[in-house]
């Protein structure tokens, strides 16, 4: 299992040896460095490897903290812990190109929004009588056949819309610029310019999306 963090930057385009155009999403990373690893057999009682990224100036960090002098710290589960060692670096070059991944962020936040726009709902009529009730979501209790006349756990409503954990996978590396720390993954990622997001390598088919 290999993984990074990175920022997302833009969106662009990028053709293959075939001439086929896609579009990828571009990415920013330092190295990230393994900050710590634990195992089965120590104190924490499972293997893991927590890496750091972003580095952090240590004027704002707790002295206790100087050693972790990072603006972001991740665990990642995994088997092979054996693999990595305190101080070890990870960068864009960890993935090949073709390689599958899945992508980890946190989605735009879009405020309080109506359920029109929060779950597609068609809304009414857009007919005679309709003065306020075009983009209204409807009745929401019902007879004793629905819930027993009261409002079902879990009905959509309005509210607040994005800033949610998203996953996607069946995503892949288009680009690798090592130098430029750059990594250009397919499709679109969640979140807003400049977020963190996560890159993991996952065979098509074993992540989600959600």
């Given at each position: ?29 330092d190295p990230s460095v393994v900050t710590q690893v634990k195992t089965v057999d120590g104190k924490d009682g499972y293997a893991a490897v927590q890496i750091g990224f972003d580095k952090q100036t240590e004027k704002r960090l707790a002295k206790a903290q100087h050693s972790k002098a990072f603006k972001v710290l991740k665990e990642f589960r995994i088997d092979n812990v054996a693999d990595y060692t305190v ?124």
């Open positions: 299992m290999k993984f990074i963090l990175a920022r997302k930057d833009r969106m662009t385009q990028i053709f293959d040896e075939k001439g086929v155009v896609h579009a990828g999403t571009v990415l920013k990373a101080g070890g670096e990870a960068g864009v070059d960890t993935f090949a190109v073709g390689e599958a991944v899945r992508v980890s962020g946190t989605s735009k936040g879009r405020g309080f929004a109506g359920v029109v726009k929060r779950y597609n709902f068609k809304g009414g009529r857009r007919s005679h009588g309709q003065k306020h009730s075009e983009r209204e979501r409807g009745s929401s209790g019902g007879g004793p056949g629905r819930a027993g006349g009261r409002v079902a756990l879990g009905m959509r409503m309005a509210g607040r819309m994005g800033s949610e954990r998203v996953t996607v996978d069946g995503l892949k590396v288009l680009h690798v610029d090592a130098k430029a720390g750059e990594i250009i993954i397919s499709g679109a990622i969640p979140g807003a310019r400049g977020s963190l997001v996560e890159v993991v390598s996952a065979p098509l088919g074993q992540g989600k999306k959600k």
